[in-house]
């Protein structure tokens, strides 16, 4: 059967190639072409831009990426396997898809970027999605505004709630103060179990971070050791979790009760301790 760009359905491809799902790999493919549209169309208009896919697998979002009008795609993928069904979708797309095989956690990607706009679109395997996220927006040299425009990721959606939380919610911790202070973060849609082939065990969502131009100033590692010690012990008031750090004198120089707990306090309030350290 005919698809929208032409190719073959994606179950043909995976039965051609023999790309059976690795667990260990974090393999859950998408094979429904609308659905990998819709999450591209999310990360906005891709006409002239850059974009860069970590884990494209047999390429239904990679498919949607460059049909939607991507300049250039760089896929980094590290199961050898996917390489001759990309191989296929790069004759399809001339001079504009360029896969690389690799660890995603081992890649420079602002030095794979280049220049001109780029955006990070990409179903995340699994068990490396946090870290590459942390990756992405606490760079190792400090550089921000970082290269990247826009990450538009996947999710398994208690992660994907860590992200976007606030002060005040469950979900609130280390990750949502880190992606709160760098970035404008928003949940765009959930995508159920069975959208994936195998389906995972969890509901997943799509994730939009945006880089703020001017975060407040402050320290990352500084930033880092007051989340780690206050979330720590999320349940217990700062005076207590922040021992190690100044406790009562700290929060009394930042001028924070220091009979609240973590998740009480708002990401200003956190990089205000962590410029009185
Ligand atoms: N993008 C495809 C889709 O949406 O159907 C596949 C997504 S699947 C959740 C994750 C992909 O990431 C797999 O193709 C897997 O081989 C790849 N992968 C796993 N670990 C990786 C790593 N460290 N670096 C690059 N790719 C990785």
Request: aromatic share 6%; glycine share 10%; hydrophobic share 40%.
């Amino acid at each position: 059967m005919a698809t929208l760009d032409g190719l073959p359905p994606l179950r043909d491809v995976i039965q051609r190639h023999g790309l059976d799902a690795r667990k260990a790999l974090g393999q859950n493919f998408l094979l429904d072409l609308n659905l990998t549209q819709k999450i591209a169309r999310s990360a906005g208009a891709l006409d002239g831009v850059t974009v860069i896919e970590v884990g494209p697998g047999p390429g239904g979002l990679t498919r949607a990426i460059l049909s939607l009008g991507a300049k250039k795609l760089i896929a980094i993928e590290r199961d050898s396997r996917c390489l001759p069904a990309l191989e296929e979708i790069g004759e399809h797309y001339p001079g504009r898809l360029e896969v690389i095989e690799g660890d995603a956690l081992k890649t420079d990607f602002a030095d794979l970027a280049g220049q001109g706009p780029v955006k990070i679109i990409a179903n995340l395997p699994y068990n490396v999605g946090t870290q590459l996220l942390i990756n992405w927006l606490l760079p190792e040299d400090g550089t921000w505004p970082p290269f990247w425009e826009s990450l538009t990721l996947m999710f398994q959606k208690e992660v994907g709630l860590r992200i976007v939380a606030d002060e005040d919610d469950d979900h609130y911790g280390r990750l949502g103060v880190l992606a709160g202070w760098r970035t404008e973060a928003r949940m765009v849609f959930d995508v159920p179990p069975q959208a994936f082939t195998p389906p995972p065990k969890v509901t997943s969502t799509v994730v939009h971070l945006t880089p703020r131009e001017n975060p407040l100033p402050c320290d990352v590692n500084k930033l880092e050791r007051v989340t780690h010690a206050a979330f720590g012990q999320r349940r217990k008031m700062l005076r207590q979790s922040l021992k190690p750090l100044g406790g009562e004198t700290l929060l009394g120089k930042a001028g924070i009760d220091p009979q609240r707990r973590a998740e009480t306090l708002s990401v200003e309030e956190f990089v205000r301790l962590a410029n009185c350290l």
